[in-house]
């Protein structure tokens, strides 16, 4: 897939094997499952983070197989669920890093092209979330804010 503001195609990532019934050699209940995942959400993991941790340590190669559930379907189950959505929270933590970038290097035009990207990404998401009602209508993004919402 082409990339929206580069000519470069890029190289796709990988997929995840299409087997949707969890293996015969995992140890683990669904119930098990849900738990885990509700003990490192209480922990403050973030979804991502947390399918990370049950691949490497616990070995559970996918939540979804096992559980018929997602990860952010089991955490607002257990009511759990991040206030700000993790990529748009990934986004806005970036934004914090170029500012910082940009304040020490003035001239640095291409920091300024990849600050003016990211924040048309950050409206994108904000809109696209405003439409489905994962955050609230009256929720605005701005520069300054940026550092408060993450915490």
């Known amino acids: 897939m082409a990339r929206r503001y580069s000519g470069k195609h890029g190289k796709h990532g990988s997929t995840k094997p299409v087997r949707k019934v969890p293996p015969s050699w995992l140890r ?3 119930f098990e499952v849900e738990k885990l995942v509700l003990k490192l959400a ?3 993991k973030s979804s ?5 941790t049950l691949r490497d340590m616990y070995g559970i190669p996918s939540v979804r197989a ?3 559930k997602k990860i952010m379907q089991i955490m607002g189950d257990g009511k759990l669920e991040p206030k700000i959505p993790e990529d748009l929270k990934n986004l806005i933590t970036r934004i914090i890093a170029i500012e910082k ?3 020490k290097n003035k001239n640095d035009q291409t920091c300024k092209r990849g600050l003016q990207l990211t924040e048309s990404k950050i409206r994108r998401l904000v809109k696209y979330y405003k439409s489905n009602e994962k955050i609230p209508q009256d929720w605005m993004y701005t520069r300054e804010q940026a550092k ?3 915490k």
Do not use: C, M, N, R
């Open 28 to 30: 683990y209940k669904p």
């Open 42 to 44: 209480k922990e403050g």
């Open 48 to 52: 991502a983070e947390i399918g990370i």
């Open 66 to 68: 096992v559980t018929k």
């Open 101 to 103: 970038h940009a304040s």
């Open 148 to 150: 408060f919402l993450i």
